[in-house]
């Protein structure tokens, strides 16, 4: 059974169709790449999946079990979490703290152990805490666990955004623009760290209009155009298809030669 699976999605806005008729599924431990123009629905069809936008038609379901209808905070407690792309951290935190508000929906104590600061809710913030720092160390981020966000350079921003996603223990991560206004060196780190996760176990579904990146490190790539899949499939045969260079690629995608990480 797929992890994820998406059957004739349809989101609609008034008289805007966004997204209209879109069905594909991800495995588990899948890299799965959304590319399209901008306004081809992307980053609604995200939205769509982590409940921020409610459904027109269609069904979105997380192990056999439909999503519909539920709001956010219950799509992240089964196991989803995202970015997004506009970066969204709390500038004036700290990057500890900005990855430990990404832990403490997992936490059990209440909310008089902590206006108590009871040994429970003493020992849960420290559990989080080292989690946190954990994270900060597997990004890169070790040096700057004390540094507010606002102060980190943007490709650390983009890095802290990701740790904190993964600060909520999600199986399934959803990047909305990962590689946006990274440098080449960075974008290599990026694809590295996608990779390793995978390799943990976590099942990675992106937005990115970087197509050395896309090709480089995606197992499938679903296509939109105006709201609707046109394709999908491994990274050659995307690359190759007619109606991919002709609606998003353009004629010279088909010679380009992948980034190496």
Not at 137 to 160: H, M, T, V
Request: with cysteine.
């Amino acid at each position: 059974m797929p992890l994820l699976e998406l059957e004739a999605v349809t989101k609609q806005f008034g008289g805007l169709l966004a997204v209209s008729n879109v069905s594909f599924s991800i495995d588990e431990r899948e890299i799965i790449s959304m590319i399209g123009p901008n306004g081809a629905g992307k980053t609604t069809a995200f939205n769509c999946v982590t409940g921020l936008f409610p459904l027109t038609r269609g069904d979105i379901r997380l192990d056999g079990h439909s999503l519909r209808g539920l709001p956010p905070h219950r799509i992240l407690r089964l196991g989803i979490a995202r970015t997004f792309q506009n970066i969204r951290l709390f500038s004036y935190m700290t990057a500890v703290d900005n990855v430990m508000v990404g832990a403490h929906w997992w936490m059990k104590a209440r909310v008089w152990d902590g206006a108590l600061t009871t040994p429970r809710s003493r020992h849960e913030e420290k559990a989080v805490e080292r989690r946190a720092l954990d994270l900060l160390d597997q990004l890169g981020l070790a040096n700057y666990a004390g540094s507010y966000a606002r102060e980190l350079p943007y490709g650390l921003q983009r890095r802290l955004e990701i740790a904190r996603a993964l600060a909520t223990r999600p199986r399934l991560l959803l990047l909305d623009e990962p590689a946006a206004g990274l440098n080449p060196q960075e974008k290599n780190g990026l694809m590295a760290l996608i990779s390793q996760l995978r390799s943990e176990g976590l099942t990675i579904f992106l937005i990115e209009h970087d197509m050395r990146v896309v090709m480089e490190i995606s197992d499938r790539i679903v296509v939109l155009d105006h709201g609707e899949k046109i394709t999908e499939g491994k990274p050659q045969d995307v690359r190759e298809n007619p109606k991919v260079i002709e609606a998003y690629l353009g004629s010279g995608a088909a010679q380009q030669e992948p980034v190496k990480a």
